[in-house]
């Protein structure tokens, strides 16, 4: 995921088959749902 943080000027986030998330890789990286269902923690 670091190379694509890296190289993307912007990212979309899919789950269950709808977008999570999407924006510039700092949004998407600071996005609390993408945290929540990907990595499985609450970012405060």
Known sequence: ?????RLA???SVLH???VL???TPAEVRG???VNEV???K???
């Open 16 to 18: 269950e088959g709808r």
């Open 21 to 23: 998330a999407d924006g």
């Open 31 to 33: 996005d609390r749902t």
């Open 38 to 40: 990907y990595l499985g």
């Open 9 to 11: 000027d912007r990212i």
């Open 1 to 5: 995921m670091d190379v694509v943080f």
């Open 42 to 44: 609450v970012v405060a």
